[in-house]
């Protein structure tokens, strides 16, 4: 028997432990937003029921937290993200393994995050950082407090499409669902348990330091890609379409007998670059995953 829904939240979390935290999250939403909805919905229509027998049979409908932590765990079987990393051993030589990151979908999948980041980065960032500003400095009014909840409220949501983001393109598993928050209590309620939860001011953090680096990640990754393909193509661009490169400075041609070691260095260059997004991409997806998913 629970007495209240955070006993059965609690309950749920210690049954889902071994689970990613993302999925945690999730299930903890989603079963909070349906037990407190269902619950008012119980109290109000019966005056005389008890919310503890309310719950007992808001939960028999529902279910146990084992069962539902079951099924949470069928689900998230059948829906790991598409680009996660698989667990076969590779067998390929050290060769293969570099040159085939060129056909490999999560080291694209990187490049384009860290492309995208350059975006991305500067909305996120400069409404993190401006309407901030502006918000914070609106607390001396009284219409400023509830300006700054909705303010908070917007960095959860940006976390969340960030998080949509870095699963569809690092295969890391984030929050699909937002965090449930209760309409029935008051505004200055629900502002303080936003000013109070952690989450909070991390989603905000990271939305801040996602503008630099973002200009990091899609100017340097950027910078890397082009340069690669000039170098690859410098023998046509030189001989044919006279082109110069500018290895050696403005409208500088190079020597014909360097032409094709910097085309093979090209080629090197080009895997190379990926192999750098794909090892950036996943750490910043568990820097990610440690500052957009609730503890």
């Known amino acids: 028997m629970f007495k209240d829904v955070s006993e059965y ?3 749920l979390k210690r049954e889902l432990e071994g689970c990613d935290p993302a999925l945690v999250q999730d299930a903890l939403s989603d ?3 349906h037990l407190r909805m269902a619950l008012e919905e119980a109290l109000s229509g019966k005056s005389s029921l008890s919310e503890t027998d309310a719950i ?8 146990h937290p084992k069962e539902i932590a079951s ?3 069928a689900i998230e079987s059948r829906t790991s993200p598409s680009l996660a990393v698989s667990g076969r051993k590779e067998t390929r030589s050290s060769w293969a393994r570099f040159f085939v990151v060129l056909a490999e979908p999560k080291a694209w999948g990187a490049f384009f995050y860290m492309l995208l980041s350059f975006v991305t980065g500067c909305v996120f960032g400069l409404w993190a950082l401006l309407a901030g500003i ?5 607390l001396i009014f009284i219409i400023g407090i509830p300006l ?4 908070l409220l917007s960095i959860r949501g940006i976390a969340l499409l960030e998080g949509r983001i870095i699963e569809a393109l690092l295969g890391v598993r984030m929050p699909r669902r937002s965090l449930f928050l209760d309409i029935n209590l008051s505004w200055k309620e629900n502002f303080m348990a936003l000013v109070k939860e952690s989450y909070t001011w991390k989603a905000l953090l990271y939305a801040a330091l996602q503008f630099p680096l973002g200009l990091i990640y899609s100017l ?3 910078l890397l890609f082009v340069l690669s393909l000039s170098f690859i193509g410098s023998p046509v661009l030189e001989l044919l379409f006279h082109i110069p490169v500018e290895l050696f400075g403005p409208d500088e041609f190079m020597p014909v007998w360097l032409l094709p070691f910097v085309c093979l260095a090209g080629f090197f260059l080009l895997p190379l670059t990926f192999h750098l997004a794909r090892w950036v991409g996943k750490v910043h997806g568990k820097y990610a995953k440690s500052m957009l998913v609730r503890a």
């Open 9 to 11: 939240l609690e309950k």
């Open 31 to 33: 079963a909070e937003e």
């Open 56 to 63: 007992a049979s808001i939960i028999e409908k529902y279910g």
């Open 71 to 73: 099924a949470y765990r």
């Open 134 to 138: 502006v918000s914070f400095c609106a």
């Open 148 to 151: 700054f909840g909705l303010y």
């Open 220 to 222: 340097g990754i950027g």
